[in-house]
């Protein structure tokens, strides 16, 4: 009896010791599942995948069904410590792989369930980490360490990395209040991703910069960013923040003897004679060199001056350094396709917004004014490339704009948001927006000039430069069409200026956007939803100023009109349409050669249905584009008759 007691009271124990370690961990868990089709013939789970074509990534396509597991760990350490990681599986393999375990077995293309490779091994991967220390010392509120999504900086000096990316990103935080809300602070130390800040997105060598160098080997485990943001309230109708960033992109000395292939090799005769003498002999110690340096400073200023008015305020200024000896030109190289400027330049840029709430005395109207100077080198590598809009306007493009070239508009559905550069911008925005009752209405003119006009721009491809120094990303005219966009932009599919694009040879541009938005709801059973949304697009650019048989003039006329109506309380049924009326004249050409004149029409009925039941939330779109683009007499005309659709079943626990 005696045992039985003893080895009952044991039992008791562990149990005790196993509830009060669980109840220190919050588990979390999701299972998304994407069904993709379209009427081609391409497999997989990505519309836009990575651009570059001779990238041997398999995992994009029209055609698939994917599904991807989430599990959450949130553990208390202690009273003063938590932890947290996040497992997911690898996007990529469809359910038609069935058993794909990552071998690559074969070179050519087979239904062998070992062909595919890692992108299709669907492994539990360890996607993000951190540990936090809350008041650890007088005046730190917290030091965050591992993981972040760097949502606490802003889009002009290191933006919020996009949603996909938002474990990847790694450093040390330490953020702080020291007086109350009087003044706070947030400082961080990033490792800076080696894919894409830097020139040619990249903080490594990729290519031979020095005849003769042989120096191969890249390193960017040294290669830090350092933000610093602070914040004051200075009143309760006051408050300004200041946030400066530098990004630090080394790489070993070429000419030092103990860099490997230095250009600066020791010569055993002569360092046997003079072992001191550290620039030609070695001494076992590598020194580096800054590869790329990018510093990006921003004011802003909060201001409600009185009741129902709220000023904006941004400045900065941003300042680019590129070493030759370990940067090659990729403008001149890569077809005009590089994240910057190729040379050292400094610029800057300032917003101002002013708000007002039932403005000139009439109930539920409010006006927004904004003015906006975006300097032509104006450089921000680490600023935001999605996920973010710096700008009131609707844009050329809708998903929002964004004061660098580093644009992500890749690893997207065709229904995500493409963003633009806006680089270059300089001009003002006025929206109305005034509700009443079930009506609300919206309006929106916009002027733009733009900082990067003038004549004989080096940019890749012009005629009277040998050292183009500005990129183009190649495909620099005419309207973007996202609804039907190609990384290739051949000529047999012309999808128009390539949302980076912002330099040109020659150039003397303006643009007017006009924008009207309605809704209303009638009252019918739950109410339906009535939206129509109108725009109109001037786009005239004099080119050459030297001549007038060049001039591009373009007339963009895109109309949207929706119905809403919720079935149950757990189904909502969207339908619409949307038509497009583009007018283009000397869209594409040269003066010797000629230039096209182009129309283009585009309808794009749709429809969207979302179901949430029990936890789960389904969603289906669906939508067909027919596009008719007549291009004169110079090209043939083309005609599109997609089908694609795209639904999501999430569950998350």
């Not at 007691?5 to 009060?20: D, P, Q």
């Not at 961080?188 to 020095?210: H, N």
């Not at 006009?453 to 990129?471: A, H, L, M, T």
């Not at 303006?510 to 809704?519: D, E, L, P, Y």
């Amino acid at each position: 009896m005696r045992r039985i007691l003893l080895f009952s009271a044991a039992v008791v124990a562990v149990s005790s010791s196993v509830r009060a370690e669980t109840s220190n961990f919050e588990l979390g868990g999701k299972i998304y599942t994407k069904w993709l089709y379209r009427n081609n013939t391409s497999q997989g789970v990505l519309s836009y995948g990575n651009p570059f074509t001779n990238y041997d990534e398999n995992q994009s396509g029209d055609n698939g069904i994917g599904s991807e597991l989430e599990i959450n760990i949130k553990g208390r350490v202690s009273d003063v410590v938590e932890a947290g990681a996040r497992l997911k599986s690898r996007f990529g393999s469809t359910w038609h792989d069935f058993w794909e375990n990552g071998n690559i077995r074969y070179t050519e293309t087979n239904t062998s369930g070992e062909s595919m490779g890692m992108d299709h091994a669907e492994y539990l991967k360890l996607r993000g980490y951190w540990v936090k220390l809350n008041k650890p010392f007088p005046g730190v509120s917290h030091i965050h360490v591992g993981s972040s999504d760097l949502g606490m900086f802003n889009p002009w000096t290191v933006g919020k990395i996009r949603y996909i990316d938002r474990d990847n990103a790694k450093g040390i935080f330490v953020h702080g209040r020291p007086v109350a809300d009087f003044f706070a602070y947030d400082l961080g130390i990033i490792a800076l991703p080696k894919l894409w800040v830097g020139p040619g997105w990249s903080t490594g060598l990729g290519e031979e910069t020095q005849p003769g160098s042989v120096v191969v080997s890249p390193f960017w485990t040294q290669d830090w960013a350092y933000a610093l943001k602070l914040r004051s309230q200075l009143a309760d109708w006051m408050s300004l923040e200041m946030v400066g960033m530098i990004s630090l992109d080394y790489e070993a000395d070429i000419y030092d003897p103990d860099a490997p292939g230095s250009l600066n090799p020791a010569d055993a005769e002569y360092c046997r004679a003079h072992p001191d003498d550290n620039s030609r002999c070695t001494d076992h110690a590598v020194d580096f060199q800054s590869r790329y340096t990018n510093a990006v400073i921003t004011l802003a200023a909060d201001i409600e001056p009185f009741e129902d008015y709220l000023v904006n305020f941004i400045g900065g200024w941003s300042a680019s350094r590129i070493n030759r000896d370990f940067t090659a030109n990729g403008v001149a190289s890569n077809q005009g396709y590089f994240p910057m400027v190729y040379d050292d330049v400094n610029d800057f840029a300032t917003v101002l917004r002013v708000s007002m709430l039932d403005a000139f005395g009439v109930e539920e109207l409010n006006v927004k004014a904004e003015g906006f100077y975006i300097g032509e080198h104006w450089t921000s590598t680490f600023g935001a490339r999605r996920e973010a809009d710096v700008l009131l306007t609707d844009g050329f493009i809708e998903g929002g704009q964004l004061p660098t070239l580093n644009l992500a508009n890749e690893f997207i559905d065709f229904d995500e948001d493409f963003y633009e550069s806006c680089i270059g911008w300089q001009g003002g925005t006025l929206l109305l927006e005034y509700t009443w009752e079930a009506l609300t209405l919206k309006l929106e003119s916009t002027f733009i000039g733009y900082n990067t006009n003038g004549q004989d721009r080096p940019v890749f491809g012009c005629s009277s430069c040998e050292n183009p120094i500005y990129p183009n990303f190649l495909y620099s005219e005419g309207y973007t069409d996202v609804d039907l966009y190609d990384y290739e932009n051949p000529r047999s599919i012309d999808r128009g200026r390539d949302p980076r694009s912002v330099f040109r040879e020659d150039q003397d541009r303006w643009t007017f956007i006009g924008v009207f938005w309605a809704s209303y709801v009638v009252d019918v059973g739950e109410g339906l939803e009535i939206s129509a949304k109108f725009k109109q697009i001037v786009d005239h650019d004099a080119r050459d100023t030297g001549r007038s048989d060049d001039d591009y003039a373009g007339h963009i006329s895109i109309g949207r009109l929706s119905f809403a109506y919720p079935i149950t309380d757990t189904i909502k049924l969207r339908l619409g349409g949307q038509f497009d009326w583009w007018d283009e004249d000397h869209r594409e050409g040269n003066p010797a050669a000629g230039y096209a004149y182009y129309q283009t029409t585009k309808i794009k009925p749709f429809l969207l249905l979302t179901f949430n039941y029990g936890g789960a939330a389904l969603r289906y779109y669906l939508e067909y584009v027919w596009k008719d683009q007549w291009r004169g007499d110079r090209y043939p005309e083309q005609l599109w008759g997609v089908f694609r659709s795209k639904a999501t079943l999430e569950v998350s626990w």
